[in-house]
């Protein structure tokens, strides 16, 4: 008798809009999907802004402390960080969102915040699913992994 085993499951939860939300999530979810795990993105609050439609190229990078607060410096932080991710070769947002839905990582939307923020769902990325806090529970509990990035 030949038992097959359970695919591993795998979670990430992305609750900023900010490219430090955005990329570790993608990553580690198309990496999940990589290694054969069923991988979800579970986008919260401010991070639904990246599952909606143009809202991953607004992405921006706010520095930590006093310097995220100076007019001006997250419009500068951002054009550095993306000139470093140019030139380190890695994929920008859209295409790495792009790869990891043709890796069959699964984009959620959190429905409270779809509520709390008067969103309609057609303002979604084609593809996305949205999931109540219950449901995302019901998958997270049996993860391997499940990582709040």
């Known amino acids: 008798m030949n038992a097959t085993k359970a695919q591993e499951k795998a979670a990430f939860i ?3 809009d900010t490219l430090d939300g955005a990329y570790p999530s993608l990553i580690l979810g198309i990496n999940a999907a990589r290694q054969g795990m069923e991988a979800k993105v579970f986008y919260t609050f401010m991070g639904i802004n990246l599952a909606r439609k143009g809202g991953i190229e ?4 706010i520095p930590s402390g006093v310097m995220g607060a ?3 410096m997250s ?3 951002t054009g550095m960080m993306k000139k470093k991710i140019d030139k380190a070769q890695i994929p920008s947002l859209p295409e790495l969102m792009e790869m990891a839905q043709l890796e069959g990582v699964e984009l959620i ?12 769902e057609s303002e979604l990325v084609e593809g996305s699913v949205v ?6 529970i019901r998958f997270a509990k049996d ?3 499940c990582l709040f990035t």
């Open 14 to 16: 992305c609750s900023r």
């Open 58 to 61: 607004k992405a921006r990078f």
């Open 70 to 72: 100076v007019p001006g």
């Open 75 to 77: 419009k500068i932080a």
């Open 109 to 120: 939307v959190c429905k409270m915040t779809i509520d709390m923020m008067e969103l309609d």
């Open 131 to 136: 999931w109540t806090a219950e449901e995302f």
């Open 143 to 145: 993860c391997k992994i």
